[in-house]
């Protein structure tokens, strides 16, 4: 099994990556082995729908359904804000 970047599978005390679980468990299932499967949202949410904890990689945060894009959403909601406070400073002047 190879390391997780952003998120590990918590189960009975140890932690795995989720591209590795739907490997093998694909495999073992099927006797198929998914080389083009991504992690973040595509993974993340079928192992959530399975029941399973799904944390941020190194932490014991737990996370939900679409995970990823929340986090865009917020950056990018964050940035707009920023934008808007610094034209706005600039046009106070």
Do not use: C, W
Request: proline share 2%.
């Amino acid at each position: 099994m190879f390391p997780s970047f952003k998120y590990e599978l918590a189960y009975k005390g140890n932690r795995y990556s989720p591209v590795d679980v739907i490997k093998i468990a694909s495999k073992e299932a099927n006797g198929v082995e998914f080389s083009t499967l991504s992690g973040g949202n595509q993974t993340n949410n079928v192992l959530i729908d399975l029941g399973f904890t799904v944390v941020l990689k190194g932490t014991n945060q737990v996370i939900g359904k679409n995970h990823s894009d929340s986090k865009r959403k917020l950056f990018k909601k964050s940035v707009s804000l920023e934008l808007y406070n610094f034209k706005r400073s600039k046009l106070v002047r």
